[in-house]
């Protein structure tokens, strides 16, 4: 195990905020390229149109008792 002197980890406040900064726009930039990422996966495309083009495949009568997708109450 690795002992840092006091010296070592006592940084000045500006300092620390600027790395928390930096570390908290990082990771939103990661978010932001991950969900780029998502929107342009063809194959996610076509997972998402299963359901309009198979609205009937999406569950059976037994799932929904007494529900009818597109009808009214």
């Known amino acids: 195990m690795t002992v ?3 010296e070592r980890l006592d940084v000045a406040l500006p300092a620390l905020l600027s790395d928390l900064k ?3 726009a ?3 930039y990661s978010a932001c390229l991950a969900e780029q990422n998502h929107q342009l996966d063809p194959i996610d495309a ?5 359901a309009c ?3 009937d495949r ?3 009568e ?4 007494g529900w009818t997708p ?3 109450r």
């Open 4 to 6: 840092n002197p006091i």
């Open 22 to 24: 930096s570390e908290q």
């Open 26 to 28: 990082r990771r939103e």
């Open 46 to 50: 076509a997972f998402a149109r299963l």
């Open 53 to 55: 083009e198979h609205g």
């Open 58 to 60: 999406c569950s059976t």
């Open 62 to 65: 037994t799932d929904y008792a």
């Open 70 to 72: 597109g009808g009214t």
